[in-house]
């Protein structure tokens, strides 16, 4: 789930480095290749079950809102205990730094 949260996060704010460099982690870590294909569109996709689109949804609205919809967070709340909404809160918001950061200082993919 973190993994596909990360490569979220990088896809939404155009960080090609950091997406790159989390491909082999997210396979490595379970992430299905057709996932990581089709992540940009997951909602209409077929490739994530509830609880990767309740984590990419909640990804999502805290990156580019910030705030996240009650229903959102309610479907979240469901799903997870309380410790990995917080562990996943913080690896997103860390993620949207450090993106920040490579995008703001235009780190290029290794060739």
Same mark, same amino acid.
């Given at each position: 789930?973190?993994?596909?949260?990360?490569?979220?996060?990088?896809?939404? %704010? !155009? $960080?090609?480095? +950091?997406?790159? *460099?989390?491909?082999? =982690? @997210? %396979? !490595? $870590?379970?992430? +299905?290749?057709? *996932?990581?294909?089709? =992540? @940009?569109?997951? $909602?209409?996709?077929?490739?994530?079950?509830?609880?990767?689109? @309740?984590?990419?949804?909640?990804?999502?609205?805290?990156?580019?809102?910030?705030?996240?919809?009650?229903?959102?967070?309610?479907?979240?709340?469901?799903?997870?205990?309380?410790?990995?909404?917080?562990?996943?809160?913080?690896?997103?918001?860390?993620?949207?730094?450090?993106?920040?950061?490579?995008?703001?200082?235009?780190?290029?993919?290794?060739?």
């Amino acid at each position: 789930m973190r993994e596909l949260a990360i490569l979220r996060v990088g896809q939404l %704010l !155009q $960080a090609d480095y +950091e997406f790159a *460099q989390h491909v082999p =982690l @997210a %396979l !490595q $870590a379970g992430v +299905e290749r057709g *996932q990581i294909d089709r =992540l @940009a569109n997951w $909602a209409s996709s077929g490739e994530f079950n509830i609880e990767e689109q @309740a984590v990419l949804r909640y990804t999502e609205e805290l990156t580019r809102d910030i705030r996240v919809g009650d229903d959102t967070f309610a479907e979240l709340r469901k799903l997870f205990n309380e410790h990995c909404i917080v562990e996943l809160t913080v690896a997103v918001g860390y993620y949207n730094m450090i993106c920040r950061v490579l995008v703001g200082l235009q780190i290029e993919l290794e060739t």
